[in-house]
């Protein structure tokens, strides 16, 4: 994977969406139409971490590389380098996969 040219700030990740199946598990073919957005990615990159009260950083809990499970609605799309990625806060992710 090429270096990303880009660092979010705080507590905010970097996502590429991992393509889902395209079979269900009886063999039916999904067409792309019918195709939800698939809610599993994996982490390209990450801020530094979100500040307490008091300033101090508070490091983030996913690094690049780990695949997650987002919410349907999370994040904001962006296109960066003609690849598609998800920008959110890592309290839209729901968890770490494997």
Not at 11 to 26: A, F, N, P
Not at 38 to 50: L, R, S
Not at 66 to 72: A, E, Q, S, T, V
Request: glycine residues 12%; charged residues 35%; proline residues 3%.
């Amino acid at each position: 994977m090429a270096k990303l040219k880009f660092r979010p700030l705080h507590d905010r990740v970097v996502v590429r969406r991992l393509d889902s199946e395209e079979k269900t598990k009886g063999g039916i073919i999904i067409p792309d139409t019918a195709k939800e957005k698939p809610q599993e990615g994996e982490v390209v990159a990450v801020g530094a971490g979100a500040r307490d009260d008091n300033g101090k950083v508070i490091a983030l809990d996913v690094k690049a590389g780990d695949r997650i499970l987002f919410g349907k609605w999370s994040g904001t799309e962006v296109k960066l380098d003609g690849t598609d990625y998800l920008i959110m806060k890592e309290s839209d992710i729901m968890g770490i996969v494997g």
